[in-house]
């Protein structure tokens, strides 16, 4: 089992290409092996979860060629009912993104199917997804209390549905689209608020209509995908730790390249800059039917606010990064909205309050949310529970403390971010890894 180690530095310098967006990654797979012909993938995050979302692929006989090490991709598209039943269960390991997303396309095929992985992957909320595929006919078997594994029988005529989603999600917006590829009518679904449309945008590009009026979407039936490449740019939510960093750590600047900065997830960019972080966007541009730009980011002295719970969908997976601003920032930063940061892969508000308090922040936590009074950050050590994105907070939050951060069980940090470690001691992380079995550097 890994450790990092961090400790405070010099200024945070140079530029660098973080890995590919993780969402993307995943999808360019699951729409890519859908589709009728080769797709070409560049850009394709290598990290765990989408090997994982690869290898699930490759079980139901989609030929993948991997140029690994260079993020690069050809997948020979079998179509909509070309998917072969697996031989065994899909192991999807730590990605919560592949299991809602396999649920909604598996219910649709004519095979039986097993999708399970790890441990922290088995706790996690799976209802939120099989509750609305069995209104529309899908035949699901869970673990108790909606818990993976999930047992697919397919062979299912699937029904449209016209479905008011309780919270904003992607992953359910994703799933119940997807399965509506296999619907005898049209699937439509009312969002509360906005969440990622990765989805929608990929659909587009692969010549499927997904209609919006307002809050409602709308696929109809009878759609196919035809071949399209994909360009996936660098990972926002990976960007994000280095943003943190860079503006925390005095003297610092940096420019971060090609990164998505798709509207419906920047609200980590619109967080950071409202508690007064120096980020501006160069080189705007879209690639592959995404916003993209460069991020140049400035030491800047930040402030407590107030986080607009609307902007809590658009920025889900960064808080991790925005606790430690918070806990650097002058003044309380007040968190209200967030419960769905307890069904992450960790229960996210309590294990960021609990390593920041052992750390001398004083945090207090609420169902929702949290109160982060921001102060000098002392040393010591934290459990990231496995988190990868906790993990990497603390990380970040290192570059800072009084002495030395050392952040126990870091292997998942891969799964979002292979190479987190080196790439940060590029531009000037000062952090070092090691195992159970070594002392630390």
């Not at 997303?101 to 997804?129: C, I, K, N, Y």
């Not at 860079?246 to 419906?264: D, Y």
């Amino acid at each position: 089992m890994r450790r990092f180690r961090a400790q405070a530095g010099r200024p945070l310098s140079g530029e660098a290409t973080v890995p590919g967006d993780k969402s993307i990654s995943h999808r360019a797979i699951m729409f890519g092996a859908l589709a009728e012909g080769d797709i070409r993938v560049t850009g394709f995050l290598e990290g765990a979860d989408c090997l994982a979302t690869m290898a699930a692929f490759r079980q139901m006989g989609v030929d993948i060629e991997h140029d690994a090490g260079a993020g690069r991709l050809l997948v020979r598209g079998v179509g909509l009912h070309g998917l072969q039943r697996p031989e065994s269960a899909l192991d999807v390991g730590n990605s919560g993104t592949s299991m809602r997303l396999l649920s909604g396309l598996l219910a649709g095929q004519a095979f039986d199917s097993e999708l399970t992985g790890d441990d922290s992957l088995r706790r996690r909320p799976m209802a939120r997804v099989v509750g609305p595929l069995r209104s529309m006919g899908a035949n699901i078997d869970t673990a108790e209390g909606g818990r993976a594994p999930l047992h697919i029988r397919g062979r299912a005529a699937l029904r449209g549905i016209d479905y008011v989603m309780p919270v904003a999600s992607a992953q359910v917006k994703s799933c119940l689209l997807l399965a509506g590829l296999y619907a005898e009518e049209s699937v439509s679904l009312t969002e509360p608020g906005p969440s990622r449309d990765h989805s929608e945008r990929m659909f587009e590009a692969f010549g499927v209509a997904v209609t919006r009026e307002k809050a409602r979407l709308r696929l109809a039936p009878g759609q196919s995908l035809r071949a399209c490449d994909v360009e996936v740019p660098a990972d926002l939510s990976s960007a994000a730790f280095l943003l943190v960093a860079a503006s925390i750590v005095p003297g610092s600047e940096l420019l971060l390249r090609n990164v998505g900065v798709n509207p419906t997830r920047d609200g980590v960019l619109t967080i950071l800059k409202q508690m007064g972080a120096d980020i501006t966007r160069e080189n705007e541009r879209l690639a592959g039917g995404e916003p993209v730009a460069d991020l140049r980011v400035r030491h800047a002295p930040l402030r407590g606010i107030d986080i607009d719970p609307a902007l809590v969908p658009l920025a889900i997976d960064e808080f991790p990064a925005l606790f430690v601003a918070a806990a650097c920032a002058q003044g309380v930063t007040r968190l209200r909205g967030a419960a769905e940061l307890r069904v992450k892969e960790s229960d996210r508000i309590a294990v960021m309050a609990d390593g920041l308090q052992a750390l001398g922040v004083q945090v207090s936590v609420r169902e929702d949310g949290a109160d982060i009074h921001g102060g000098p950050l002392g040393g010591g050590r934290v459990d990231s529970h496995g988190d990868h994105r906790v993990a990497m907070a603390f990380a970040v939050a290192g570059q800072v403390s009084r002495s030395a951060i050392e952040i126990l069980d870091c292997d998942n940090v891969d799964t979002s971010f292979p190479g987190f470690v080196a790439l940060g001691r590029s531009v000037g992380l000062s952090i070092n890894e090691f195992s159970d079995t070594e002392a630390p550097q």
